[in-house]
């Protein structure tokens, strides 16, 4: 009788990993495509007495003066797109490094990952 039991539980084990890895595979689609969708920004063209007006582009996001070392940003987190405050402590050629002040991990981005505090 715990022979029969044991087996059907490992069978019902092995449906649920299936089950997991396809949701998992389904999950990592969506991300991936989420990664890939651009937004188109709103354009207005006026055009007063005859003359044509190039339309401006408005972005979501302001622009970013530079920071300076020492400085205190917020800095986008990777992994789950989300702002948090963190401390410049170099600039170089390949962005600028900082250490989140939450955690104290490290990481070196572009400006455009960094917003004025």
Do not use: C, F
């Amino acid at each position: 009788m715990k022979e029969i039991e044991l087996v059907r539980l490992r069978r019902e084990v092995h449906r649920h990993q299936a089950e997991n890895r396809r949701l998992t595979a389904i999950l990592m689609e969506n991300s991936r495509e989420k990664e890939t969708e651009t937004v188109e920004p709103e354009v207005q063209t006026v055009e007063p007495e005859g003359q044509t007006v190039e339309p401006e582009v408005q972005t979501d996001e302001p622009e970013v003066s530079r920071p300076s070392v020492g400085g205190l940003v917020m800095a986008r987190w990777s992994p789950d797109k989300v702002y948090y405050e963190a401390k410049v402590l170099s600039v170089t050629k390949r962005g600028y490094t900082v250490k989140y002040t939450v955690d104290g991990y490290k990481r070196t981005y572009p400006q455009k990952y960094l917003k004025p505090l």
